[in-house]
């Protein structure tokens, strides 16, 4: 609305006469709880205009008046110069009735509403951010009175969607409501001049949580400075630590002492999957990896993420990262860990406050309970962890950024959906590596990354995450999206849900995952590698070619099947997918290796068990077959001695990956023959030139990186024979396969050397915490079309 005051009086900052516009703005997306208020009132004042803002239901609301081009310049800016954590989806502008009396009186922010929230739309969460460089200036200035302060935080820093009970984001609705603040503390909420005016999160030592430590089984309890010395001194004693961190409770140990690390696998029961190690700076993880700029530029990101890096060999133990040569490294998430850094003055280890598969522990009962056979002592504060969430893992390949676990800091800041959800829904995810996600319009919000759905601890996790969830977003879900194995956890979730159901296959849902994220609606291609899922057939797969949309798709490659002695045996045991290979591959032409040359891996087998193997699997006697990926290079592992047990899922392929680093050389031998009215990769030729070259005498790094390349030669040649049959030339890569860098590096090379445009995930997990955003793509475009 526009209109002409009477006289200046009334309005001081303009001339008499001047026109005057009133807007009513909506801004949608991550802004709450990341300083869009006081960035609207610094806007706002800064071009003289009148008004308020608030945070209504899960959005920012409010109304500006004054001159037109100051309107609009408001307007343009409320997107374009967003504070670094907010992510604006949308702006709403609307014209307002604002009274003549009222010019002159300034911005101001208002208090919270619950709004008009319905079931149609999502509320956002904001995600945790790592300490900020002002307030780490502050924490380690003895002139600042949060000197030292653990919890240290303000506007563009600290807990968001750890501590959140409900939306509007409001200090009320968080679980920093336990502590009123203090004289000085409430002054600088107050203050628009101030950066913590409106931090919820705000606290100094006079009002704010307070540390505490109590030594695991004697000891009476410490507070405040005493707590971090004891914490310190039993790391400096080759102690264990559990400390409770933003989203979770962390293992703390010395990553230079062997010993300390050797005991924390062994209690944890997680014997070789690297651990990630907490470094002071950039400095000090240039001392242990090579960084790029990509890397680099995650590693300083507010999410703080573990990067994933080239290790140089020396600085850490080597019970940290056995078998791999790549290193998950971090910067510190909060105050107490700068704290910690700095009194032991080398890298830690941090990593996940559980036990092996199962979920972070959040409560202090439940941390003493889980983790107390584990650690040394806790180190501990009093203010609650509303919700779970780990650290997130990324790693570069080249100047793409891949995210492998969505956790703190990512999770839940929502995704787009190419084709929007006609209702709210839910999908349930797959069983490792598991998430879950809640979709309407054109959002999905992914869950932080759990566990894996094999146990009660892991799946009360996920119902708690879920009902928690869908009171913060506000969503009522009117559809549930499940894989299609009905002996997933996640699934038999969804049948119990009453609500009508969309089964989505497991490798469509990863390659939806991949096209959604990269907004595709249309047909493509798609590549998807992982260990197994089930297929629409009833069997298992896992090297997948398919012409494919968000609503259905068209297997038109596959690798060749091999079966899987013992079932989920073979899946622990490589050495027994090796004998599948050998002894029960697809026969499609090409005779399997010649026995002379098995005898070698053979002879260094158990006898026995090689021999009840061998027969399952030649007989197909509890032995499922399966076209997996994940379980060829399984086998090659084992065939090159690098593992024949696995205590995690992934570790063969890690190793190999390992061993291959970036050795150039020959790529094995393959072969693509037409089978089923489908193109088959046979990899027969592989395993008997992969033998014939080691008995020749040729090394493991050779050989682990001429299996690579046979890989990527045999998938850009069955990608090339969809393309020719009319497939679509754009390409989505997808599955857990391709957490491996050395194959996504070669496959993308190739594929692009033909022309095709490629895609790969990097904001979604790739492997199976990607599943449930797959789900949700794919159930809202059938939804759509119904």
């Not at 599955?735 to 050397?753: D, I, K, P, S, Y």
Request: hydrophobic share 40%; proline share 7%.
């Amino acid at each position: 609305m526009t209109w002409t005051p009477r006289a200046a009086a009334s309005t001081p900052r303009a001339a008499a006469g001047a026109p005057y516009t009133a807007v009513r703005f909506e801004v949608f997306g991550t802004v709450q709880g990341v300083g869009y208020r006081p960035f609207v009132h610094r806007l706002a004042t800064g071009l003289g205009l009148d008004g308020w803002a608030a945070n209504t239901d899960g959005h920012v609301e409010g109304v500006v008046a004054g001159l037109p081009l100051s309107v609009r310049e408001f307007s343009t800016r409320l997107r374009t110069n967003a504070p670094m954590l907010a992510r604006v989806l949308r702006v709403r502008l609307t014209d307002a009735e604002y009274q003549p009396a009222s010019l002159g009186t300034g911005f101001s922010v208002r208090h919270s509403s619950a709004g008009r929230h319905g079931t149609g739309s999502s509320r956002e969460v904001p995600p945790d951010a790592a300490i900020c460089d002002a307030c780490l200036r502050e924490l380690l200035d003895p002139r600042d009175r949060r000197h030292r302060y653990p919890f240290i935080s303000c506007t563009d820093c600290g807990p968001r969607a750890t501590v959140v009970e409900d939306l509007p984001y409001d200090r009320i609705r968080t679980t920093m409501r336990r502590f009123p603040l203090c004289g000085a503390c409430a002054a600088e909420y107050k203050d628009p001049g101030d950066r913590r005016f409106h931090a919820e999160s705000l606290a100094c030592p006079d009002c704010g949580p307070r540390l505490s430590w109590r030594a695991a089984h004697a000891g009476k309890e410490l507070h405040g400075e005493a707590a971090l010395r004891a914490a310190v001194k039993s790391v400096e004693n080759g102690e264990i630590v559990a400390a409770k961190g933003l989203g979770g409770y962390q293992l703390v140990c010395d990553a230079t002492d062997g010993a300390a690390v050797a005991a924390l696998r062994q209690r944890k029961h997680r014997p070789v999957k690297p651990l990630a190690v907490m470094v002071q700076d950039l400095a000090a993880v240039r001392e242990l990896a090579c960084v790029s700029r990509t890397e680099r530029a995650a590693l300083e990101s507010p999410v703080r993420p573990v990067v994933l890096l080239s290790a140089r060999g020396a600085g850490v133990a080597a019970e940290v990262h056995p078998g791999t040569r790549r290193i998950g490294l971090f910067l510190p998430t909060t105050g107490l860990h700068h704290l910690l850094l700095r009194e032991l003055s080398g890298p830690l280890v941090v990593t996940s406050g559980n036990l092996a598969g199962g979920p972070i522990a959040v409560d202090d009962e439940e941390a003493r309970r889980v983790l107390g056979p584990v650690a040394d002592g806790f180190l501990v504060h009093d203010r609650p962890i509303r919700s779970r969430y780990d650290d997130s893992v990324v790693q570069a390949t080249g100047r793409h950024l891949h995210t492998l676990r969505r956790a703190r800091g990512l999770a839940p800041a929502s995704l787009p959906l190419p084709v929007p959800a006609p209702a709210p829904l839910v999908a349930a995810g797959a069983q490792l590596k598991h998430t879950f996600a809640l979709a309407a319009g054109r959002s999905a919000q992914l869950s932080p990354q759990g566990g894996d759905l094999t146990d009660a601890a892991t799946l009360d996790a996920f119902t708690r995450g879920y009902a928690d969830l869908v009171r913060l977003t506000g969503l009522t879900p009117a559809a549930v999206a499940h894989d299609l194995h009905p002996g997933y956890l996640s699934t038999q979730w969804a049948h119990a849900q009453p609500l009508p159901r969309v089964p989505v296959q497991h490798h469509h849902a990863h390659l939806a995952a991949c096209a959604a994220e990269h907004g595709l609606s249309g047909p493509f291609t798609g590549v998807a590698y992982d260990g197994l899922g089930l297929g629409d057939d009833g069997t298992l797969w896992g090297g997948e070619i398919m012409v494919a949309d968000l609503t259905g798709f068209r297997r038109v490659g596959r690798f060749a099947t091999a079966p899987l002695p013992g079932g989920e045996a073979a899946v622990r045991h490589p050495s027994r997918m090796a004998l599948g290979y050998l002894y029960g591959l697809e026969a499609l032409g090409v005779p399997r290796p010649y026995p002379w040359l098995t005898r070698a891996f053979t002879d260094r087998l158990d006898p026995r068990e090689a021999e009840v193997v061998r027969t399952l699997a030649e007989r197909g006697l509890n032995s499922p077959r399966a076209s997996s990926a994940g379980r060829l290079f399984d086998a090659v592992a084992s065939l090159l001695g690098l593992t024949d047990t696995v205590s995690y899922e992934g570790e063969a392929a890690a190793a190999l990956e390992s061993a291959a680093g970036s050795v150039r050389t020959a790529p094995l031998a393959h072969r693509l023959v037409r089978a089923g009215g489908l193109w088959v990769y046979d990899p027969a030729p592989t395993l008997t030139d992969l033998l014939q070259r080691q008995h020749a005498g040729e090394g493991v790094p050779e050989l682990a990186a001429a299996f690579h390349l046979a890989v990527a030669e045999a998938t850009s040649d069955l990608v090339a024979r969809a393309v020719a049959d009319g497939a679509p030339r754009t390409v989505c890569l997808a599955g857990g396969c391709f957490v491996n860098r050395r194959l996504l590096t070669e496959v993308r090379h190739r594929l692009r050397a033909q022309g095709l445009r490629v895609h790969a995930a990097e904001s979604v997990p790739v492997g199976d915490g990607g599943i449930s955003y797959g789900q949700t793509a794919v159930a809202a475009a059938r939804l759509a079309k119904e």
